[in-house]
């Protein structure tokens, strides 16, 4: 017979004996039952990790999206947006670290990411992305031409 103890943030652990070839159906059946009807006061999930308050969360954020693109009653929602996340992050006992934000650990390598980025970023804006654009077309000329844009 082995000993199997099993954890369920209960004071002690609760300990199952299952046969070692594992024929033992009454014992696997214990088991299951034990942790399958766990009460559920001992997995308790705090509110602040509810399913019901993401999904306020993101009916929020989507109100805000929408209030400002649809029907423009808000200014831009990126400012709104980011103290709403700023605000839940802190609501869920979360800090900068929680999101990814840390000190680097080396500056030398993030400010040489940093200007490797921009130049890619001004090498595509000018020779791959450049000729999408519209060129711009002075008022004499519209004018001239009679054609109103």
């Given at each position: 017979m082995r000993e199997l103890t099993l954890?369920?943030?209960q004071?002690?652990?609760?300990?199952?004996?299952?046969?070692?070839t594992g024929r033992?159906?009454?014992?696997?059946?214990?088991?299951?039952?034990?942790?399958?009807?766990?009460?559920?006061?001992?997995i308790q999930h705090s509110w602040r990790q509810s399913p019901w308050l993401s999904a306020s969360e993101f009916l929020i954020g989507a109100g805000i999206v929408i209030g400002h693109n649809v029907y423009h009653v808000l200014p831009n929602e990126v400012p709104i947006l980011f103290v709403a996340g700023w605000i839940s992050?802190?609501?869920?006992?979360?800090?900068?670290?929680?999101?990814?934000?840390?000190?680097?650990?080396?500056?030398?390598r993030t400010a040489?990411?940093?200007m490797c980025t921009a130049v890619v970023r001004i090498l595509l804006g000018l020779f791959l992305f450049g000729h999408l654009r519209r060129?711009?077309?002075?008022?004499?000329?519209?004018?001239?031409?009679?054609?109103q844009r």
């Open positions: 954890s369920l943030d004071p002690g652990p609760v300990a199952i004996k299952l046969a070692s033992d159906k009454v014992g696997f059946k214990a088991f299951m039952e034990h942790a399958v009807s766990a009460p559920q006061a001992a992050i802190h609501f869920r006992n979360g800090g900068w670290k929680t999101v990814g934000f840390r000190r680097p650990k080396s500056w030398k040489v990411f940093a060129p711009q077309v002075s008022s004499t000329a519209r004018t001239a031409t009679g054609k």
